[in-house]
């Protein structure tokens, strides 16, 4: 058997195509969605990040800005420059891009981002929302995850889904977000034992742990669909996922490629964010 692909750049240019008619509609409606994104340092893996996002954005007519600050910047100008773009009507949707400088935490930065513009779904706020079940900005890569489930009809109702990681970024909003579509969830990490006896078990597997080949064919049961949200370099220094892609897909239903697979449904679902965002604002209005 060869699994089906999930191709996450045709599912974005179907979702993305939708969403340059929404922005041109809200533009109508006296509203020009807007995302701010702010880079500290030259990660070079972070600056083609941001590099994307403002792209993407341009590509169905959202207004951007890239803000790249240099390495030196210090916690208090950047907390003071979050609080600027909180009171900007022009900006819909903050995201500071991560890693920040090891002198800047990362946490106070998140925490003063307003919640109203939270498109990463980072905020204490947002996180416990999804935990609760009440509506907030989802974090980007599991809801795109997500999204690529229901592009092909999948119900988690009563499955088994195991997810190989546990940030707060992809592992553990990836988990509650499968726990809500009524799956039942084994979250694995750094310190699980015998992690393939549990990935035997799954008929989901997102595997989220950015390090090359954690999931190999023999860990596979039969069927399974594979979502591989590694973003890592094989030796030649190609991009590769987390999956042992070539073997895994002779085992699997479903498999997402990388590139190509859960990145750009990664930054679909920040664009789907800063739009949904923008069009709260005229539900607020007087
Ligand atoms: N660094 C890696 N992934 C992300 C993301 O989705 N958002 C932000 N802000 N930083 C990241």
Same mark, same amino acid.
Request: with cysteine.
């Given at each position: 058997?060869?699994?089906?692909?999930?191709?996450?750049?045709?599912?974005?240019?179907?979702?993305?195509?939708?969403?340059?008619?929404?922005?041109?509609?809200?533009?109508? $409606?006296?509203?020009?969605?807007?995302?701010?994104?702010i880079l500290v340092g030259d990660n070079p893996?972070s600056q083609?990040?941001?590099?994307?996002?403002?792209?993407?954005?341009?590509?169905?007519?959202?207004?951007?800005?890239?803000?790249k600050h240099p390495e030196t910047l210090?916690?208090?100008?950047?907390?003071?420059?979050?609080?600027?773009?909180?009171?900007?009507?022009?900006?819909?949707?903050? +995201?500071?891009q991560?890693p920040l400088p090891a002198h800047i935490?990362?946490?106070?930065?998140?925490?003063?981002?307003?919640?109203?513009?939270?498109?990463?779904?980072?905020?204490?706020?947002?996180?416990?929302?999804?935990?609760?079940?009440?509506?907030?900005?989802?974090?980007?890569?599991?809801?795109?995850?997500?999204?690529?489930?229901?592009?092909?009809?999948?119900?988690?109702?009563?499955?088994?889904?195991?997810?190989?990681?546990?940030?707060?970024?992809?592992? #553990?909003?990836?988990? +509650?977000?499968?726990?809500?579509?009524?799956?039942?969830?084994?979250?694995?990490?750094?310190?699980?034992?015998?992690?393939?006896?549990?990935?035997? $078990?799954?008929?989901?597997?997102?595997?989220?742990?950015?390090?090359?080949?954690?999931?190999?064919?023999?860990?596979?049961?039969?069927?399974?669909?594979?979502?591989?949200?590694?973003?890592?370099?094989?030796?030649?220094?190609?991009?590769?996922?987390?999956?042992?892609?070539?073997?895994?897909?002779?085992?699997?239903?479903?498999?997402?490629?990388?590139?190509?697979?859960?990145?750009?449904?990664?930054?679909?679902?920040?664009?789907?964010?800063?739009?949904?965002?923008?069009?709260?604002?005229?539900?607020? #209005?007087?």
């Amino acid at each position: 058997m060869s699994a089906q692909l999930i191709d996450g750049n045709a599912l974005s240019q179907h979702m993305r195509a939708d969403f340059a008619t929404r922005t041109q509609s809200l533009i109508t $409606q006296g509203v020009h969605p807007g995302l701010a994104v702010i880079l500290v340092g030259d990660n070079p893996a972070s600056q083609v990040y941001v590099r994307n996002k403002v792209k993407a954005c341009e590509q169905v007519g959202i207004h951007s800005v890239l803000e790249k600050h240099p390495e030196t910047l210090s916690q208090a100008e950047l907390l003071e420059r979050v609080d600027q773009l909180n009171n900007d009507p022009r900006i819909h949707g903050i +995201l500071v891009q991560l890693p920040l400088p090891a002198h800047i935490d990362a946490h106070r930065v998140i925490e003063a981002i307003s919640p109203a513009k939270d498109v990463d779904g980072f905020h204490v706020a947002s996180a416990g929302a999804l935990m609760t079940g009440l509506p907030a900005y989802w974090p980007c890569t599991p809801h795109g995850c997500m999204k690529m489930l229901e592009s092909i009809g999948y119900s988690l109702k009563g499955k088994h889904a195991v997810v190989m990681g546990r940030s707060n970024i992809v592992g #553990k909003p990836m988990a +509650l977000m499968l726990l809500q579509h009524n799956a039942t969830v084994t979250v694995c990490h750094s310190a699980t034992v015998n992690l393939k006896h549990h990935t035997l $078990q799954a008929d989901v597997i997102i595997a989220a742990v950015g390090k090359r080949n954690v999931l190999t064919a023999d860990m596979v049961k039969p069927g399974a669909v594979v979502i591989d949200v590694g973003m890592n370099r094989d030796d030649a220094g190609k991009l590769c996922g987390d999956v042992d892609f070539e073997a895994v897909r002779q085992v699997a239903s479903y498999i997402t490629p990388v590139p190509g697979g859960v990145g750009p449904m990664t930054i679909t679902m920040l664009l789907a964010n800063t739009l949904d965002s923008a069009q709260q604002t005229l539900s607020v #209005k007087p």
